[in-house]
């Protein structure tokens, strides 16, 4: 590797909109502010949500679930 052509690899605050800070390396020199973290984010604390606009999912199982049909009856016209 050469020399003196990396940039510096130093260690940086990041503070979360949340309240949380923390701190990890970055090159990026100077404190981060972050709109989501681990500490808020939906996915990771287990608090996600499903939207459902228009009521789009509940059609999709109305339309998919399987209901008893009546097979090997003839229908007559």
Known sequence: MKTEIHPEYNEISVACSCGNKFKTRSTL??????EVCAECHPFYTGKQKIVDTAGRVEKFKQKFTRTPTSKGKSVTA
């Open 29 to 34: 020199g100077k404190e981060l502010h972050v």
